[in-house]
């Protein structure tokens, strides 16, 4: 074992047992840290799934790509009014789709969206950097709890914390204005989201997100998929503005 | 409750971990620092020994985005917004060179000028309206003196991001060169270096969609900003941008202003949704009325008074 190896190992040790937490640490990849001693997620990503389109399984269709779903278990467990309005949403995507707008995409959906985003850590909080219409998320990780609401929001209150090397992030004050993906899939403000962002090797990591919400779900249920690292030397986000797009082309009328 | 536990250890543990950073680091650093003898002692650094610049800062001084050459705002808009005298005008020049504080435009770029303050009172198209009315990215260095801006640093890059429609600026400080000419952005791409304690930031890559201020001072593709930030105190940054763009303007020109560090505890900004809800319909149907009815006029802080 390596003295770099050794520390790493050490660190992980260290961390998991003064956080009150009995379980092995028994992945066989141990990532880098940052100065700050956090497992070192930073740098330039982008999921390589279907998920935009559909996060279920879906077959081509023109324009969009055939794919096997995200979602654990493949069912979304939909109330039965809202089952009727997903069905609705997916006949008028054309035009109800909120990314037919430029709206903020909302999480998850912000993750998977086909554009690269950013991680940079600090000591308190993690920034991430989309390039899709700009968006940013400070995900704080101070202890800092949700501010009280409810607040409505594009992207909700990000709050997260250090599981072993897994970044936990927990969202609300979510506004009911956002879809999943382009099929219509949906949620109301009451959404409550908790994503875990873990590193399974230098270039990749696994997305696991839990969704829950009473209004629109029987039940809570996960999204799972990998994220990968941008391998271009020179990489960097650049700029997707679409909503000054969209206003060239429709004069600022929506 | 669990997962706040969790967070209060881990804070600890960090704390811990600092404390012995610090007291690792605090050699090489202060050696550092004495050996530049134009360097204010007092300065926070980061581990990079570079000047600590990171937290919140309000941003440049108020009336500036409206205007960068007169400030803000004639008589009815400044009864509207309950602004005090202190609140017209610039308080002191933001163009500090040329020493008359006027853009030096090229002949046809001046009447270009004049056309977008006709076009911004009366507007037919969707291009006459301000940028900022129209929620785009306000680029460099627009962007510093429109609001609350976050500055944070780690090796290799400094990050800015304005409470302003959620924007931001990654400006790696690695050395690494521009992107290709033939990409244009509303922020521009920004490569930044150390010049001694100064972060000096190369801004070219803009498009030309972006105005300086509400009063229609434009640029083309062609323009290139150098920055200069300087963390005089803990609690102040001098910053300076140099604009040169031959396309429009006679010669290089300067702004320069402070800006203030934002000392209120736990500040978070908010998620300022822009694009979401603006429209510009209804401006587009009284400007359109306007000019068919022959009452173009330009945007002016007399006419009113």
Redesign the interface.
Same mark, same amino acid.
Do not use: I, P
């Given at each position: 074992m390596t003295p770099r190896i050794f520390v790493a190992v050490m660190l992980v040790l260290? #961390?998991t047992l003064?956080?009150?937490q009995t379980q092995v640490v028994s992945e066989t990849y141990s990532p880098s840290r940052t =100065? %700050? /001693?956090q497992p070192d997620l930073q740098g330039v990503w982008q999921a390589l799934n279907t998920a935009a389109w559909d996060i279920q399984d879906h077959s081509a269709q023109l324009g969009v790509p055939a794919g096997q779903g995200v979602v654990e278990g493949t069912e979304i467990p939909y109330q039965s009014w809202a089952l009727v309005q997903r069905q609705q949403n997916f006949e008028d995507r054309a035009t109800a789709d909120p990314e037919t707008?430029? $709206?903020?995409p909302g999480v998850p959906r912000v993750t998977y969206m086909p554009y690269p985003f950013?991680i940079?850590?600090?000591? %308190?909080h993690v920034?991430i950097?989309y390039e899709y =219409?700009?968006? #940013?998320r #400070?995900i $704080? #990780? %101070? /202890?800092?709890?949700h501010p009280e609401g409810h607040i409505d929001?594009?992207?909700g209150d990000s709050r997260g914390?250090? @599981?072993g090397d897994t970044l936990v992030v927990?969202v609300v004050h979510f506004n009911d204005q956002t879809w999943f993906d382009r099929a219509g899939n949906f949620h109301s403000e009451a959404l409550h989201v908790v994503e875990r962002y873990t590193p399974t090797g230098p270039d990749h990591m696994n997305y696991e997100v839990t969704i829950e919400d009473p209004k629109v779900f029987t039940r809570s249920w996960q999204m799972s998929m990998p994220l990968y690292r941008r391998q271009e030397v020179?990489i960097?986000?650049? @700029?997707y @503005?679409c909503? =000054?797009y969209a206003? *060239?082309d429709n @004069?600022?009328? *929506? | 409750m669990y997962g706040w536990l969790i967070g209060s250890l881990r804070l600890r543990i960090s704390a811990m971990t600092a404390v012995v950073a610090l007291v690792l680091l605090a050699t090489p650093v202060a050696a550092q620092v004495s050996a530049s003898e134009s360097t204010p002692v007092n300065l926070l650094r980061t581990l990079g020994g570079h000047p600590d610049m990171q937290g919140y800062w309000d941003g440049g001084p108020a009336n500036a985005s409206h205007s960068i050459e007169e400030g803000c705002c004639d008589p009815i808009h400044a009864k509207m917004q309950k602004r005090g005298a202190d609140r017209l005008g610039l308080r002191e020049p933001l163009i500090v060179d040329p020493p008359d504080g006027w853009i030096p435009y090229q002949a046809w770029a001046a009447a270009q000028r004049t056309e977008h303050l006709y076009d911004m009172e009366t507007p037919t198209k969707l291009q006459h309206i301000d940028p900022e009315d129209r929620c785009l990215l306000l680029g460099a260095p627009r962007s510093n003196y429109r609001g609350d801006l976050q500055i944070l640093q780690n090796p290799g890059y400094v990050v800015i991001l304005y409470e302003w429609a959620h924007a931001y600026r990654v400006i790696p400080t690695d050395g690494g060169r521009h992107v290709g000419e033939d990409i244009h952005m509303y922020n521009g791409d920004s490569r930044g270096h150390w010049e001694q304690d100064t972060l000096v930031v190369d801004v070219t890559n803009f498009n030309d969609q972006i105005w300086l201020d509400s009063h229609g001072s434009f640029y083309s593709e062609d323009l290139r900003v150098v920055e200069r930030w300087t963390l005089v105190d803990a609690d102040t940054i001098s910053y300076e941008a140099t604009l040169e763009d031959p396309t429009v303007f006679t010669r290089p020109w300067k702004i320069a202003f402070t800006i203030g560090r934002i000392k209120q505890d736990s500040y978070e900004f908010f998620e300022e949704a822009c694009s979401e809800g603006v429209t510009n319909e209804h401006r587009l149907a009284a400007g359109r009325m306007a000019v068919a009815s022959g009452e173009r006029r330009i945007h002016s802080h007399e006419e009113q008074k």
């Open positions: 260290v #961390t003064a956080a009150g =100065a %700050d /001693g707008k430029c $709206y903020m950013q940079l850590q600090f000591r %308190d920034l950097l =219409a700009h968006v #940013t #400070t $704080y #990780t %101070d /202890g800092s709890s929001s594009w992207m914390r250090w @599981e927990d020179r960097q986000l650049l @700029e @503005e909503y =000054a206003e *060239r @004069e600022g009328v *929506r | -």
